[in-house]
């Protein structure tokens, strides 16, 4: 993860549904888009040269002159089938979305090579954009975290605002003593704004896989596990993935 990044640590991208607020009215402090890529697992590590050679270098420019607020890229470690997670943040929707369409083409309008490399190596992928509603901060300015756990949240769109009242109420203090206690590196509650069936995910970044587990089992333990039954009836479903972060 870049070290600009003070947004928040590990994040861990059209049409928006009825649901969604207007932009105007929307509490995000920042948007993500991300990007999860199904690769083939004999040639996945193609892609980890092409991000190393190509994307980096240009990356780390739009972070440095202040088009992005960050950007990262991660590696499956357990979890479903996607094996490469790679995520940009800017502070408002049109830019994460100018972001997306110019940053890329920048990338490989003139490296076609390199762009049919990085498809052949994941040929499938899916896009989210998610709005970050909570959040702990990087956690300092000490070692990047190493790892982040994911959990991609099913709910229904219909009450998951109630959903963000419990996080920000019940799990996001516990979560905060969690990072003071140097036992975390960071967290953050994002919200769907564009992208498949996920509604609301939580990250947490920390120095090891064993470490963040650990971390969310204090949790539990801490809220009973979904703030009085009620989180649970509204994102009764999830999705877990352990995540190594390579950028």
């Known amino acids: 993860m870049n070290k600009k990044n003070k947004v928040f640590a590990g994040v861990m991208l059209g049409f928006f549904s009825t649901a969604c607020m207007a932009q105007g009215e929307d509490p995000a402090q920042a948007y993500v888009y991300s990007t999860y890529h199904v690769c083939d697992l004999a040639t ?5 040269g092409v991000i190393e050679q ?3 270098p240009v990356l780390d420019k739009a972070v440095e002159d202040g088009r992005m607020n960050a950007w990262g890229y991660y ?18 929707m049109e830019a994460v979305l100018e972001n997306q369409q110019t940053v890329f083409a920048e990338i490989y309008q003139d490296n076609p090579a ?10 499938r992928h899916d896009d ?7 959040g702990s901060g990087d956690g300092g300015d000490g070692d990047p975290p190493a790892v982040s756990l994911s959990v991609y949240y099913v709910c229904d769109y219909t009450r998951e605002e109630q959903a963000d009242e419990m996080v920000a109420e019940t799990f996001a203090p516990v979560l905060n003593q969690l990072v003071e206690d140097d036992k ?6 994002l919200a769907h ?4 069936k996920y509604r609301r995910l939580h990250t947490m970044t920390g120095a090891s896989h064993a470490a963040v587990l650990a971390a969310r089992a204090e949790v539990l333990q801490a809220t009973g596990g979904q703030a009085g039954g009620g989180f649970g009836d509204i994102c009764g479903s999830h999705t877990d993935y352990l995540w190594d972060i390579v950028h």
């Open 44 to 48: 996945q590590e193609q892609m980890d």
């Open 54 to 56: 190509y994307d980096k």
């Open 75 to 92: 590696a499956h470690m357990t979890g479903g089938s996607w094996r490469r997670l790679q995520y940009h943040i800017a502070p408002t």
């Open 114 to 123: 390199a762009g049919q490399a990085r498809s052949a190596a994941c040929a």
């Open 128 to 134: 989210y954009i998610w709005a970050l509603l909570d």
């Open 184 to 189: 975390l590196a960071g967290w953050s509650w």
């Open 193 to 196: 704004r564009v992208g498949g």
